[in-house]
C-alpha cells in the first residue's frame, strides 16, 4: 500500500492541475505560465541531481574512480531514448504550429497531449526505479527520499496539468469536463510507467545505477528540448529563471530534508 500510494502521487498532482479549468475562466498569462515551466525545470533538473545522479554514483561506489560510469552511461542513453521517442511519436507542443514526428492526421488536440503524455514518460520511470531502489534491501534509498521525489514530481505536474487543460478549453472550444479529462488523461502514463518498473525491479536491482541514471537524463532532455525553450519564448524576461531557482531550491530542500 505504501508503494502505491507513493506512485499515485505524482498522477495526483497533474490531477488536481488539471482540475484548474473548473475555477479559471481563462487561460494562464504569458508570464505565469514562464513562472511555472521555469519551476517544473528547477525541480526535475534537482530531483535528477539529488535523487537519481547521486544516488547511481553512490551505488557504485565499488568502483572506485570508474563509479561514474554508470551515472554517465545512463544518463546519456536516458537521452537518447527520449530523443528516439521524439522522432517515433507525432506530437504537438504548446503554442507550435507544426508537429513532430511522423506525419498523421490526428487531432491537434489528441497531440498537444500526446506531447505532454511522452514527456511525462520519465517522471513516472524516476519514480518507479526510485521507489525499486527503496524496495532493494542494498540500494540504501529509503522511504523518506522516495517520497520526497515523488512529492517533488506531484508538485510540478500541478502546473502542467493546468497548462494543458486550459488551452484545450480555450482553443479547441472544449467542454470545461473533456479538457479536465484530457489533462488528467496526460499524467496516467505515469503511474502505469512507474507500476511496470516495479513489476521489472528484480531485474532491475544488479543494474539498479544505470537506471536511476537513465532516469535522470530522460528527464533533463524533456528540461532542455521543451520546458526552458518555452519559458524562453516571446518578450525577453527572468521570471522563468526566477521559477527555475525557486523549483530547484525547493526539490533540493524536500530531498534533503526528507531523504
Sequence with gaps: MTVFLGLMIPFLGTTLGAACVFF????LGANVQKALLGFASGVMVAASVWSLLIPSMDLSASMGRLAFVPACGGLLAGMAFLLLMDRVIPHLHMGAEKAEGPSCSLKKSTMLVL???????????????????????????????A???AIGIAIQNFPEGAIISLPLKAEND??????FLGGMLSGVVEPIAAFLTILLSDLLTPVLPWFLSFAA??????????????????????????????GFALMMVLDVALG
Design 174 to 179: 472544449m467542454s470545461r469536463g473533456k479538457a
Design 217 to 246: 537524463g530522460a528527464m533533463l532532455y524533456v528540461v532542455v528540448e521543451e520546458l526552458i525553450p518555452e519559458a524562453s519564448e516571446g518578450e525577453h524576461s527572468n521570471i522563468g529563471t526566477i521559477g527555475f531557482a525557486v
Design 24 to 27: 479559471l475562466k481563462k487561460e
Design 115 to 145: 506531447a505532454v503524455t511522452l514527456h511525462n514518460i520519465p517522471e513516472g520511470m524516476a519514480v518507479g526505479v526510485v521507489f525499486a531502489g527503496m524496495l532493494a534491501e542494498n540500494a540504501h534509498i529509503t522511504t523518506a527520499a
Design 147 to 149: 517520497f520526497a521525489l
